[in-house]
């Protein structure tokens, strides 16, 4: 193991689920920050309803200003900016601004599917398919969420088969990569490696993403033991960005500094500066008003030359 | 791996670095509470001068209850209730109301030795000869605790070298388990695993306890891995009791109900019941003014059946 894909969620999952809105300027401002700590995969908005995700309005702006910097040479065309795409309509609003990658969202759960996104999981699928054929004829790149897949807050547990076959028919749609949410963060690493085993065995560790909450504090085990599966790209939220709508006070997604620091000192390569994260999540508690959980950001780093 | 031993430190390593003081009724009722949850192994309290420690004041009228609860039948003999002495002197002030187990507490780094235990590593050695001379004599057994063995908020880097040397020295004492533990939490897997790769080649896995503390959100990986090396004693403590004294807001002790969670969730045995620790925790809340940052504790338990 020695390169890791690091997915920011922070400025689309993450400041979906914050009650502070932030304009497109603000957000501009957070990606760059982010570009400059080296990510190189950075979601960058929603082309939802603003009724229903007000804070992901003015996605066209935030875009086309990041092209413009891409253009500009300011910001490294290598850099990735996916937008979320709920359906085809909103794929048609995100097309006016060019996007290179887009990402769709499913659940492995009804429950959740009914509630988060307001269908069945056969809708979603049939939602998919459209998307899918237009970004196909537009050449974009799609990425896949299938989420609840260790547990839904509704229904409880979630079977595994169910799990595969999601991830096959994600596949079979033409996503070139599925991220495995635990939304609730109720995972730990056996359900990890029960799940790994199978999904490994039957599609490889390429295409697999995971997406991890420390929301039981099982976050860094889990993404240990993805490794174990040959696993190499992780979503995370800077400053642990979006919280956790279950639980007040309660951990949400895995903090990208936490993430960059195991693996890091573990001598895995990621490419993104700690230190510039920890300035990153200073720079959103003044404009978050809930306590942001990051371990590392709230602690610190150690002394140069600590770890070994 | 089907059964681990859990070292409560909460109502001692916890409560010394709270605030808020607890009266020795508070203690007591809280060690109830954590027998009733399972625990086997709870820290009681610690022989030092009120001056220095005012929490641990009254540590000899919550040995003396305990032990009144277990001649009663109340609370098994079974269980153990550890107390530490820092000198002899405090050893004779223990020997009063009869513990049956003592801790010692050392230092792998001189900076953190200085500052927290105002010796040198060599004079605490001397400190210890003295303690375990008289522990002897009366039959106790002693349990070791060698700090910073990942790194010093003072020093920066420990050398592992040192480090085997000190558990050899520990041992040689003649303490029956040595609890290593990640002071400011620096650790990650990595370091975990050269350590450990080390330790259990020179002294085997079954008298080494692992002392992890959350502040970088990896203590629970660490105890991933630690596991992998055949380690079954891990520390913690309920509702991460004990903060961190080196950033205000961070985690220290790892959280026993984060623990209980993931080895449980594992099917790895621990005897502890974690919604009793859920209600531990409430009751702390209460009474501790900070924020209690166990991740279970806070986020609580899904529904019944969600892990596979």
Redesign the interface.
């Known amino acids: 193991m020695s390169k890791i894909k690091i997915v920011e969620v922070g400025p689309r999952d993450g400041l979906q689920n914050e009650k502070e809105q932030f304009s497109p300027a603000a957000r501009v401002q957070l990606i760059e920050k982010l570009v400059k700590a080296g990510l190189k995969n950075i979601e960058a908005g929603a082309f939802v309803h603003p009724k229903w995700v007000p804070q992901m309005q003015g996605s066209d702006k935030v875009l086309r200003a990041l092209h413009k910097r891409q253009d500009e040479g300011k910001i490294s065309k290598s850099v990735r900016f996916p937008v979320l795409v709920p359906n085809a309509r909103g794929l048609e609003d995100a097309l006016k601004v060019k996007p290179k990658e887009i990402s769709i969202f499913g659940a492995s759960s009804e429950g959740f599917s009914k509630r988060n996104i307001n269908c069945t999981i056969a809708e979603s699928f049939q939602r998919f398919e459209k998307v899918m054929e237009i970004a196909k004829a537009n050449k974009l790149k799609v990425r896949g969420y299938l989420s609840t897949v ?4 509704y ?3 979630v079977p ?1 088969k169910r799990v595969l076959k999601l991830i096959e028919k994600m596949l079979k749609l033409g996503v070139y990569e599925v991220s495995l949410g635990d939304t ?8 990890v490696s ?1 799940l790994l085993e199978e999904v490994v065995t039957q599609f490889g560790a390429e295409g697999i993403a995971m997406h991890f909450h ?8 889990n ?3 993805s490794l174990e599966y040959g696993i190499t790209i992780f979503d995370s939220s800077v400053a642990s960005l979006g919280g ?1 709508p ?2 007040t ?3 949400g997604n895995l ?1 990208t500094e ?1 993430l960059v ?2 693996l890091e ?3 895995i390569k990621t490419g993104v500066k700690v230190e510039e994260l920890i300035k990153i999540r200073a720079w959103l508690e003044k404009r978050i008003l809930r ?1 942001l ?4 950001g ?3 780093l ?7």
Chains 1, 2 share one sequence.
């Open positions: 260790f547990g839904c807050p229904d409880g547990r595994e609730i963060g109720v995972a730990t690493p056996r359900q029960r420390d929301t039981r504090g099982t976050a860094l085990a993404v240990l033991e956790c279950y639980a006070g309660a951990s903090a936490d620091y195991m000192g573990m001598r306590r959980p990051s371990h590392v709230q602690a610190g150690p002394l140069p030359g600590t770890l070994n």
